[in-house]
């Protein structure tokens, strides 16, 4: 079946450290792939997408994630964390055949110590 | 562009009632999306409107659910006979395309006592 998954349910770090979260999907044809954020009390937000151009992609907030093929991941980077930044982080994936309907992961809830 | 919005946010109910959540997509949109999120879960889909016609609908849309869409503008989710099961945030997303570039609500909270 067509999933993807997150690897840690928590991750923490220091404010101004690197941010990584990670993500793999499963499929041998690459699907669409998302990363969305989703702040306390708020609905998600899309953070950034690949849709099979360039392989980093930049989002907001300083956020971008590399698609590998090889390794059929998608990994969220941030070079410095900031307080703000402190959110649950969901991996989605759109897959071929489907109508826009997002694959998600569990979600990675990222805290970011002073 | 006033967003995705959900009506009501929170929903207590005891266990056997029937329940109903409105959703207000973009206004040009023509797709609509329902999801439902657990604690600890990332959001499930559940079904999948382009304007009126409802296109796709998840194993997970039991007989007790329903939705609707008429006149392909807003939606509504109906959980007949409700179980503590159900509990869960009911969220409603829209978009203009088949993109997978989803605009979501606020989500409509679930609680069944």
């Known amino acids: 079946a067509q999933s993807v998954t997150q690897l840690g349910s928590h991750v923490s770090v220091s404010e101004g450290a690197l941010v990584l979260l990670r993500c793999n999907y499963s499929?041998?044809?690459?699907?669409?792939l998302f990363w969305y954020v989703q702040y306390p009390n708020q609905g998600l937000q899309l953070l950034l997408k690949?849709?099979?151009?360039?392989?980093l992609v930049k989002g907001i907030n300083g956020f971008e994630a590399e698609f590998k093929k090889s390794e059929t991941s998608f990994h969220l980077t941030k070079p410095s964390a900031h307080m703000s930044d402190a959110a649950e982080y969901f991996c989605?994936?759109?897959?071929?055949?489907?109508?826009?309907?997002?694959?998600f992961g569990k979600g990675t809830k990222l805290s970011v110590k002073p | 562009d006033t967003g995705v919005s959900q009506d009501p946010r929170h929903k207590i109910t005891k266990r056997g009632q029937n329940v109903t959540f409105r959703c207000d997509p973009i206004s040009e949109h023509n797709r609509l999306y329902w999801y439902r999120q657990t604690l600890g879960q990332g959001p499930e889909f559940l079904t999948y409107?382009?304007?009126?016609?409802?296109?796709?609908k998840s194993r997970l849309l039991s007989d007790r659910f329903s939705a609707e869409r008429p006149k392909g503008s807003f939606s509504t989710l109906e959980i007949q006979r409700t179980e503590q099961g159900d509990s869960a945030m009911y969220l409603c997303?829209?978009?203009?395309?088949?993109?997978?570039?989803?605009?979501f609500g606020e989500g409509s909270r679930l609680t069944v006592l």
């Open positions: 989605a994936a759109v897959y071929g055949g489907s109508q826009g309907n997002l694959i």
């Open positions: 499929s041998s044809v690459p699907p669409y």
């Open positions: 997303a829209s978009s203009p395309r088949a993109s997978g570039e989803l605009f």
């Open positions: 409107f382009q304007n009126e016609a409802q296109l796709e």
């Open positions: 690949y849709t099979s151009a360039a392989t």
